[in-house]
Structures are given as C-alpha cells and as structure tokens.
C-alpha cells in the first residue's frame, strides 16, 4: 500500500468509530480476552476489510470490480447502502434502498462535471424506507473524475462525509494503481514487439533456404529443421505470458542455435552448460534469446553494433565463433552468462546503448533486456557487460529464484 493509501486508512480507521457511534450504530462487541483499546480494534479491522476490498480494485473500476469491493466498503463506512458508478451509469448498489438508484446519475451530474464532493436529501417519500441523506465524492485519478462512490445514511453526518472522502481517497490510489499495472503491461507489450521485429527478415528467409538445402540430399534433416523453425517462431511470437521459464527459454535459444548451424555448420561452436536446478527459474519472456541472437550476429558478422543484419554476408573461410551460454546456481539466485569471442565494441559505445542513445535499431536488443530486468526486479538486476575492442563481449545477469508476481507460463 503507498503511502497516501496508508495515511488514508489511518485517518478513516479513526473515523470509523465516531462514524458508528453517530449513525447510532455499534462496533462488534469487544471479547474480554481480546486486547487493545477500541481504537486499536478500530484500525485492526479496517486494515483487514481494506485488504478485501483492494484486490478488486486493481483491476480499474468496471461493473465486477465495483461488485465484488462494495460490500467491503460498505462496511468500511458502516453506512446504510453505497454506490458506485462511473460517468455514464450505476455500477452497482449495495445495501437497503435501491430504489433510490434510478436517480443516482442525475445527482451526481454536477460532480462528475466539477470533481467536487456534493451531498443532497435523498427522501423518497417512503416513510420505512432509511435512507434521507447521501454524500457523494469523486473517483479521480490523474484529474480525471472516472466515476464517484456515494454513501447514504439516515441523516445528515459531517464524520460520514469525511470517512467517505478518505474511503474515496483510498479507491483513487487502487484505481490509479491499476492504471499504472496497465500502463506498465502496455509498455512491455511494446517492448516484446521491438524484439519481435528485430527478428531479422533475413533470418527467416535465410533458415528457409537453408532448410530447402537439405530437402533432397538429407530429407530427414530438411524435416527436423523445420519443426525447429516452427517451433522457434511459434515461441518468439506467443501472444501470452509475461514470463517464461529459463527452461522454455534455452529450449527457444537450442532450436535458434540449430538453425544457425544449419547455414553456418563448423563456423559456429556453442559450448552450454546448466545446472538442472535452475530450469524453473522464471524470468521475462525473450529475455535471453535477444542477448544470444546479439552474440551470433555480432561474432559471425564482425561487427562493432548489435543491429541485426543479413548473416549471408559471412564470407566463406573466416574464423569461427564461440559463444559460451551458462546457467548456474548462485544460492537463492541463478546466474546466467553469455559470452563470444566476437569482435567487441568500445565501452563508451555500450555506455551510449545503454543510456538508450544508440539510435533506432542499434542495441535494441540490450537496452531492452536491461530495462525489463530492472522494471522487474530492481536496479541492482541489470545486465552486467564486459567488452572491449577484439575482446569480444561477456554478458552476466543475475535472476532471484523466487520474486512475488513473477512464474513462468
């Protein structure tokens, strides 16, 4: 919970009691065994049905959301009946009177146009019906008044306004989390795209050819090659999961590498070594796989950048590459290097990669990885790179076993 959230809580949880005592209604009785003051039970309980109430929430406001978190704060308020809306209709009621909904939109016109906070006579004219006042604040988030939560009582009750506004407040920082989880989900959507479409065409076409090569002198082979391909493209252009296994992972790395062999055969020597531990570890998905296609391409063509290029321009009888791929126990992390002998780049040029200067197509592929592996789990989880002109490149990352919100699918 941030700290605005929190802050919230604490002031309602206070306001909670004067709120029930006021409406004439009572806390549930206090065992003698229990201890704390009726304060400290106050806050106790409010924390406990918050909890309920949030995860709903973090899904924006929608009819279900609204569904499933009114009761709960309902009885954060201990108010007679609660409304939510948005700012075209009544999401849901939840308590007595719900008659009283047919005229909601129309009370809260004023509101949504002003984002202030309102509070009218609710009388219906039914003399058993109890609700006879509500009070009405917005859901704003980043300005923009997104709907409004409207708590109705028997009466007019300065200390139900404020619980209502901090109660509003504290739904306001679940909603603008949820818009933040989507903006978030939005940006790494984009950036699998990027490393999508830095698959090169030439790639594609090339492994076809190669794999058209083989069709009648060694069919066999021809066929193997194309379950590869197609199991290496159904895997980079999956349409689910934020992450992936390191298992699923070097499988995808295992049937690029067949791939390359395929067109390239001895110029290319992958040594891999992995512990069997580690396979589960979840990590973002085409994490790994950008760090290797970088490592052929920049070994096989030469190259001082990571753009990716057409690797038919590889002139027969050069030098062979080696690129090294290891994933290691490290205690409560896995440790996963890769490195080529490649040509290398100047430290200064890495450093301009990584500050996301390298220009549209180069180091797409670095720079991605490197800030999805510090958006998910920190600053101290980027990429490490060791290189140098003709040295070529060793890159290490570090990944935790185990991070809340983080599993493989």
Not at 15 to 33: I, N, Y
Not at 116 to 140: E, I, K, M, N, Y
Not at 149 to 178: D, I, N, T
């Amino acid at each position: 919970m941030t700290g605005a959230g929190f802050a919230a809580i604490a002031v309602l949880a206070l306001l909670l009691l004067g709120t029930g005592f006021l409406l004439g209604r009572t806390a549930r009785p206090v065992r003698t065994s229990d201890v704390g003051t009726p304060v400290e039970h106050a806050t106790f309980e409010t924390l406990h049905t918050a909890s309920l109430a949030a995860p709903p929430l973090r899904a924006g406001l929608t009819e279900e959301s609204a569904r499933r978190s009114a009761r709960g704060l309902r009885s954060l308020l201990g108010t007679d009946a609660l409304c939510l809306t948005d700012r075209e209709r009544v999401l849901v009621w939840d308590g007595e009177g719900d008659h009283h909904g047919k005229d909601v939109m129309h009370q809260v016109e004023g509101l949504l146009a002003s984002g202030r906070d309102t509070a009218f006579h609710s009388d219906c004219g039914d003399l058993d019906c109890p609700l006879r006042w509500a009070v009405a604040v917005p859901l704003t988030v980043d300005h923009r008044v997104l709907g409004t939560l409207v708590a109705y009582a028997p009466r007019e009750s300065a200390v139900l306004a404020r619980a209502a506004g901090e109660v509003a407040r504290w739904v306001c920082v679940q909603l603008e989390l949820a818009e933040l989880d989507r903006s978030r989900t939005q940006l790494i959507e984009a950036e699998i795209k990027a490393l999508r479409a830095q698959i090169s065409p030439h790639f594609i076409f090339n492994s076809l050819a190669a794999i058209a090569s083989f069709v009648r002198t060694d069919p066999e082979r021809a066929r193997e090659l194309l379950l590869e391909f197609a199991d290496f493209t159904r895997y980079s252009f999956r349409r689910h999961g934020e992450f992936t296994t390191l298992a699923d992972e070097l499988h995808s790395i295992d049937q690029y590498l067949a791939l390359v062999r395929a067109r390239f055969g001895e110029r290319l020597s992958v040594t891999l070594q992995v512990a069997p531990e580690v396979l589960p570890v979840a990590l973002p998905f085409l994490c790994l796989q950008p760090l290797v296609e970088n490592a052929v391409k920049h070994g096989l063509e030469g190259a001082v950048t990571l753009a990716p290029r057409d690797l038919g321009s590889v002139r027969a009888g050069e030098a062979p590459i080696r690129i090294t791929i290891s994933a290691l126990d490290a205690g409560a992390e896995a440790e996963v290097v890769i490195e080529d002998d490649g040509a290398g780049m100047e430290p200064e040029r890495l450093r301009q990669i990584l500050r996301g200067e390298g220009g549209a197509s180069s180091g797409i592929g670095l720079l991605n990885v490197d800030e999805r592996l510090r958006q998910v789990y920190g600053d101290d989880y980027g990429l490490v790179i060791e290189t140098g002109v003709g040295a070529g490149m060793k890159i290490t990352l570090r990944l935790p076993k185990y991070r809340a919100g983080v599993h493989g699918s």
